[in-house]
């Protein structure tokens, strides 16, 4: 987790407001709506959009392919997209493909590394209980397929990994360990420094699902020491349907190709096709170009930002939400290290997690209920799931304490 | 008990008293006070066999067919949806296999909680629908033959 610097400038969040216009609607006939659902989507500000509309206005042609004037701009803007996405990463371009999102690039790392469980002597992939569905049934299919065994370092009771069993579990004969950078459920930000020297200490490589952290925090894949880094657009303001796989040179170079198509092959004949070097061997067919250009963009937006101020904004955001939760009679909150995530989930006893979900966004709060695709992790710690608010830059106080006014009104009549 | 009125009348009447109300707060207040009034479930029945697939909230709904009539008995353990169950089972109660059937397709939106709720899948109300025209079709073959 990142330092919370006391001295940090204050964010002005009115003005990042102005830039989101779908933070300026009403739901339900005249009510503002108050979006606390960021750790699903996060909205998107108008440079991101106007990126988007600009390319089909301007510049609409395939990339790489075309010697026209529109598909070399078009090449241009996608590689320098990626050359974006790298440099605020600390990674090269080379090592940037191009996913749908976060859970195409876990797919997409699990099929290709599958074949490190076909020989050798390391059979077992290490994960944690509280990944996102995205980072087990993948690992299950190799599973399946291979004989691989899946190892799952446990949550306590405050949502934090128990690193002694990590220790004990990661050992001479794993593979893959592939940890969740911050917890889409519990808010807790996990040790990557510590579990990828764990992890590279027994020769095994490292991955991390950085879905949740890559809006929040800076991220800079050289100094985590992972091996392979993934994260979906739309989680840090940018476009749905793109979304990223870091994967390190080196380990680039050793894996088979994903899908097979256009883009990703140096020449092809009936007997033999010859594939392409770096991403774009991991891209076949036309890529989703708006897409990558409209996360560059996001990117740019977000790095425009004090991070030091963006986290101290969070941090308060979420002390807000867990001490005005924990001063709440029956609702217990799940896990107690939640940082400047601004992910808190909670359970009230007696009210079940759907009724109060429908009962905020009756008031227009819009708040994720449910299990969160974590159905491990969720039962753990409620029976009926749980509720689910995630604050992001843009979000202000008054939202939060509107929030709460909805919460006491809502369980006034549910309990 | 069996209405006397069509499906298509009750669920019109139904729609319009959840329209005629002032916000969506009371419309829930409304859809839970039916959720009080559905007779106790039978605790036998409370099995996986007879779990509506599809909701986010556990939803319970088992058919018994008598003189020709399907009965439901049904149960939620969240309250809004338990309401929604039983607003559903007041409208299809006691009616012929064949009644079910004839039923139009669009009682979701006929009831006015398209925007906020059938089509949001966590609320099931769509499952619930299409759980009792199985039911119905099933019931269907069995009395014809």
Known sequence: MHRVEPSAPLLDVAALRTEFPILHRTVHGGKPL????????????????????????????????????????????????????????????????????????????????????????????????????????PWQMVRDRTGAEIRVIPVDDHGLLDMQVAEQIIDDSTAIVSIVHVSNTLGTANDVHRLSAMAHGVGAEFIVDAAQSISGMNIDVNEIGCDALVFSAHKVYGPMGIGVAFIRGRLMESLPPYQGGGSMITSVTFDKTTYAEGPLRFEAGTPNIEGAIGLAAALS??????????????????????????????????????????????????????????????HGVAVRTGHHCTMPLTARFSTSGSVRVSAAVYTSTDEVDFFFSALDRALTVLR | MQSTKTISELTDEIGAMLEALPDWEERFGAIMAMGKELAPYPEEFRREDFIVKGCQSQVWLYPQLADGRIHFSADSDALIVKGLVALVVRIMQDRTPQEILAAPKDIAERLGLVQHLSQNRSSGLASMLKQIRLYAVAFSMRTSS
């Open chain 1, 34 to 137: 108050v979006y606390l659902d960021n750790a699903a989507t996060t909205q998107k500000p108008n440079v991101v959009i106007d990126t988007i509309a600009d390319f089909y206005r301007n510049h609409n042609a395939n990339a790489h392919r075309a010697g026209h004037v529109l598909g070399s701009e078009v090449t241009t803007m996608f590689e320098s997209a990626r050359r974006r996405v790298a440099e605020s990463i600390g990674a090269s371009a080379e090592e940037i493909v191009f996913t749908r999102g976060t859970t195409e690039s876990l797919n997409l790392l699990a099929a290709t590394m599958s074949g490190r469980f076909e020989r050798g002597h390391r059979r077992n992939i290490v994960i944690s209980e509280m990944e996102h569905h995205a980072n087990i049934v």
């Open chain 1, 301 to 362: 937006w977000r790095d425009s930002l004090d991070m030091s101020s963006v986290i101290a904004h969070k941090h308060a955001l979420t002390l807000s939400l867990t001490s005005g939760l924990a001063s709440r009679e029956g609702i217990r909150l799940h896990g107690t290290h939640q940082g400047h995530s601004g992910i808190v989930s909670f359970s009230v006893d007696g009210v079940h997690s759907q009724d109060l979900g429908l009962m905020l966004d009756a």
